[in-house]
């Protein structure tokens, strides 16, 4: 239901906001380009989400996520005991996990995706735990490079774009925590109140 | 050449590589997994549509801009600065809206600045929450996010606060 709250809320207030300010008449457009946006996005990654499944099927039929997998095992089975009892979706964490790692976002996400259906299998539309755990961590990132940005900083001139590496790695590695931190505190408090 | 550039050439080339010196028929394999993305993309794209189009609707109202205004006093008092206001809404929910802001930032504050670089590392040190939220959970058929999102901001609040504090420590305000 968060969602159907956040979606509502975000429509009621733009609305409410638009009389106000006298932006009223662009709420139609925005919207309109909003989700002509999604379609546009869907399309543009298209091409790299199905190669990197097609990747990731390469990988699995010659066993090698299986050997990255078991890089990965100690950390996984500790964060998310009930998932790595399935060696398929343990190999889709650890993938998923070394992707994020490498920057490779979009090879991360249809990663994730494959590890988060195996993992919401017959939970009829909740998210278990462990689920939320997982999707808390990829909300944070943990990219060891972040190109983008440097990309950014390099192009206005920026006197070593990298050098903001350090700052980054602390925020990062700080943010990660938490989220694993808050995700485990409020699976205990709802556990309790039910 | 970054790291990451070279990284997709050589995982494609290893993948490859090791398929095919274990005997596995890599291009079937490759084509069978890219239909499985297609089958993905289809269920992302609902989800993506509603979202945007919310999102359009709060920064064309004025609503994300006078949100970031009222926030700015609260900023200062823990040592963010009041200018990334506008970052720190847009950063969970739009990561090219993000981009956009933050580039522009950098641009107006100086790219070496303090409000520059703290910019920067919120910028390389998150992903979109919403979108990653909406993506993952659309694809799993997931509808009850229970603790999911309130344990995901609980990350991005102590993200903002420490990108500050970072830079501060690194680079001295």
């Known amino acids: 239901m968060a969602m159907t709250w956040i979606w509502t809320g975000m429509v009621a207030l733009s609305l409410a906001c638009g009389a106000l300010t006298g932006n009223l008449g662009a709420l139609g457009g925005a919207a309109l380009e909003g989700a002509r946006s999604a379609v546009e996005l869907c399309v543009s990654m298209a091409g790299v989400m199905c190669l990197w499944t097609g990747v990731m099927e390469v990988?699995?039929?010659s066993g090698a996520t299986a050997l990255l997998a078991r890089a990965f095992h100690p950390l996984l089975r500790r964060l998310f005991p009930?998932?790595?009892?399935?060696?398929?979706?343990?190999?889709a964490l650890s993938a998923n996990l070394s992707a994020n790692l490498l920057g490779l976002g979009n090879a991360a996400t249809p990663l994730g995706i494959r590890a988060a259906r195996a993992m919401?299998?017959?939970?009829?539309?909740?998210?278990?735990?462990?689920?939320?755990?997982?999707?808390?961590?990829?909300?944070?990132?943990?990219?060891?490079?972040?190109?983008?940005?440097?990309?950014?900083?390099?192009?206005?001139?920026?006197?070593?774009?990298?050098?903001?590496l350090p700052a980054v790695w602390l925020a990062s590695l700080g943010s990660v925590l938490a989220g694993v931190a808050a995700a485990r505190l409020l699976a205990r408090v709802r556990r309790e109140r039910t | 050449m970054s790291l990451s550039a070279l990284a997709v050439p050589a995982l494609l080339c290893a993948a490859g590589l090791y398929g095919a010196l274990r005997r596995v028929d890599v291009y079937a394999a490759l084509t069978h997994g890219a239909e499985e993305g297609l089958g993905v993309l289809l269920r992302v794209l609902p989800p993506l549509v509603g979202l945007l189009a919310a999102v359009r609707m709060f920064g064309a109202s004025g609503a994300a801009e006078l949100l970031a205004r009222l926030l700015a006093p609260l900023l200062t008092r823990v040592g963010i600065p009041a200018e990334t206001a506008?970052?720190?809404?847009?950063?969970?929910?739009?990561?090219?809206?993000?981009l956009a802001v933050g580039s522009e930032l950098m641009e107006r504050c100086g790219v070496d600045s303090y409000v520059g670089r703290v910019a920067a590392v919120m910028l390389g040190s998150s992903e979109t929450t919403f979108y990653t939220v909406a993506v993952y959970y659309g694809a799993a058929g997931i509808t009850k996010t229970r603790h999911t999102i309130p344990?995901?901001?609980?990350?991005d609040l102590t993200m903002f606060l420490l990108s500050a504090f970072a830079v501060r420590l690194f680079f001295g305000a």
């Open chain 1, 59 to 61: 990988l699995e039929r």
């Open chain 1, 82 to 91: 009930r998932a790595s009892r399935d060696a398929e979706t343990l190999a």
């Open chain 1, 120 to 164: 919401a299998r017959g939970s009829g539309g909740a998210a278990s735990d462990e689920l939320c755990l997982f999707v808390v961590l990829n909300t944070a990132s943990i990219q060891l490079l972040p190109t983008t940005v440097a990309g950014v900083r390099a192009a206005l001139g920026a006197g070593d774009p990298f050098d903001i």
């Open chain 2, 86 to 98: 506008p970052l720190l809404l847009i950063r969970p929910i739009s990561g090219s809206g993000a």
């Open chain 2, 151 to 155: 344990a995901a901001l609980c990350a």
